[in-house]
């Protein structure tokens, strides 16, 4: 016999709830994190992309520096957010920490970069 849509979310959802609390809240967590993880990476690339932009945008030399340096900050914490979800994905959790301390490096040495600029313009 085929189940509607309807009956088969049914049937999921009663069998949601004999899930262990302490599973549910496991996948809950699990799913929120991956969720965390793509957003991190997502909004790197557009950063990055519009970093490079800026730089082929502006004729100013020092300003052209400063944006590629980040832009090659921001590829690093593309990269490291890869390792990340890679690591999380194979349950590697202990060496996750260092990933993405490594990302939050990356976003602060771009930050350093942008600030300088700025102090110099006022």
Known sequence: MAYSFGSFSMLVSLAILFIPIRVRQMLTNRALTEVAIDLASSKAKDIHKKLDSLYDKTSNSRMKDRYN??????????????????????????????????????????????????????
Not at 75 to 85: F, G, P, S, V, Y
Not at 86 to 91: M, Q, S
């Open 69 to 122: 340096s980040c832009s090659k900050n921001y590829h690093d914490a593309m990269r490291d957010l890869e390792e990340t979800k890679r690591l999380f994905n194979d349950h590697d959790y202990k060496r996750i920490l260092v990933q993405v301390n490594d990302v939050v490096e990356e976003v602060h040495d771009c930050k350093n970069q942008l600030d300088k600029l700025e102090k110099k313009r006022v």
